[in-house]
């Protein structure tokens, strides 16, 4: 019998490319027909054919504390009594401002956006507009949103000038992005020795988690740091995914180092597309109207989008506990597929985000990462979909554990985790 999901699939691949509006989402790389979703509550979502899952998936992140959490809902649905959009400043700009830079005092300034894309694409332009250099640095494996510039990865030596990762994206457009290897002083060093007077930035996941989740190793963050003060280039934490996630602070509080720049996502909109940039208050003014470095939004902090985000980091900064409390649930889901799966996967994990890689291997880089069998994850992501446990269709994406998540549903996802063969 054909599902509603297999139903809806074909009929959206008449009219969406692919018939999904992320990639990702096809299932393609899991080889199964995508779940359409109808509704989710706490950690628990809902397809539209009435099957119910742990959701260890998140939206990709926002959901830390758990789908349709009330106060924010109750707070979004007065938001939207008072009007959707109107294209000019309110109050709940200035707020959410405000609680960013409580929490994460580095951003003394905040320009808020409408994605992630957007906000590490703006960050870059103030780096160069800021040093007047031209070239940044990305690390292989992190990812940047999909903006020209940045939709690049390495060859296969340690370290190269980008080429385009994409069709559609010209090789002048990717010039000025040099690449290195993440966990790798070496091909940085490289890099700033053969570029460093024209290098305005190095722009890093402080823990990549588009490869999978990799952990930065000991020192690594501290030498970015170092370097590009040497060189007189900034340092840019793009923490879309790990901001207010490892902690109330982000990933610079959880590793202690401060960088110039930070881009953020997921999370700082509650649930609603929303990203942002900010830092240090002499870089920020370069942004219009202050500065030359021209950006703009119309629906850049839009009301919703602020109402629940505000309530979202509120409930974060009043609960500190909550991120103790998912890094153990966390810690638990992790420890269980290392001692069920054995020698044969890798596990990652950092407080609430976690990655089982099916390899032999420790993960430390794309190279590393890229050792994984597929085939095998496919096998596992199956097996826990039909055992009602929702995770990423991909080996090469995070899985986010949430303060909804209860014990029940963490004893029951490592049950099913030790039957798996």
């Not at 990717?174 to 024209?198: D, H, I, M, P, R």
């Not at 930070?262 to 509650?270: A, D, F, Q, R, S």
């Amino acid at each position: 019998m054909t599902t509603k999901s297999e139903q809806l699939f074909e009929k959206s691949k008449t009219c969406i490319p692919g018939g999904v509006n992320s990639p990702v989402r096809a299932f393609k790389a899991v080889k199964r027909t995508p779940v359409f979703m109808d509704h989710a509550k706490g950690s628990h979502i809902f397809d539209v054919d009435g099957n119910e899952y742990i959701d260890y998936v998140c939206s990709w992140g926002p959901g830390i504390l758990g789908h349709a959490y009330d106060t924010v809902i109750e707070a979004v649905k007065a938001a939207c009594d008072k009007g959707l959009t109107f294209g000019a400043p309110t109050a709940k700009e200035y707020d959410i401002a405000m609680l960013i830079r409580e929490m994460m005092p580095s951003m003394e300034m905040t320009r808020m956006v409408s994605s992630g894309t957007e906000a590490v694409m703006s960050a870059i332009r103030v780096a160069r507009g800021y040093t007047g250099r031209n070239y940044i640095i990305k690390f292989r494996g992190c990812y940047h949103g999909h903006s020209d510039g940045l939709l690049v990865k390495a060859g296969s030596g340690a370290l190269t000038q980008g080429q385009p990762d994409s069709l559609g994206v010209p090789a002048d457009y990717t010039k000025n992005t040099l690449v290195a290897e993440y966990n790798n002083q070496a091909s940085v060093k490289a890099l700033f020795e053969q570029y460093g007077s024209e290098i305005a930035a190095i722009v890093v996941e402080p823990v990549a988690a588009n490869m999978g989740v990799v952990l930065p190793e000991p020192g690594f963050l501290e030498f970015l740091r170092d370097i590009t003060k040497r060189y007189g280039a900034l340092l840019i934490f793009d923490e879309v995914i790990t901001g207010f996630r490892l902690a109330p602070g982000g990933a610079q509080e959880y590793y202690g180092v401060t960088p110039d720049l930070t881009t953020l996502g997921k999370i700082v909109g509650g649930g609603m597309p929303v990203g942002a940039y900010g830092g240090r208050k002499e870089i920020m003014e370069m942004v219009a109207p202050l500065g030359g470095v021209y950006q703009a939004g119309t629906l850049s902090g839009n009301p919703i989008a602020m109402t629940a985000g505000y309530e979202t980091l509120s409930v974060l900064k009043e609960h500190p506990s909550i991120y103790t409390e998912i890094a153990d649930k966390t810690k638990q889901l992790a420890d269980t597929a290392k001692t069920c799966f054995g020698d044969s996967v890798w596990v990652n994990q950092v407080g609430s985000l976690m990655s089982i890689f099916f390899t032999k291997e420790r993960v430390v880089d794309m190279d590393s990462a890229l050792t994984s069998d597929t085939e095998k994850y496919a096998d596992y992501f199956s097996y826990m979909l039909d055992k009602g446990i929702y995770l990423a269709p991909s080996q090469f994406e995070a899985m986010f554990v949430s303060n909804a998540h209860t014990k029940e549903d963490v004893e029951k996802t490592c049950q099913c985790m030790k039957e798996f063969k």
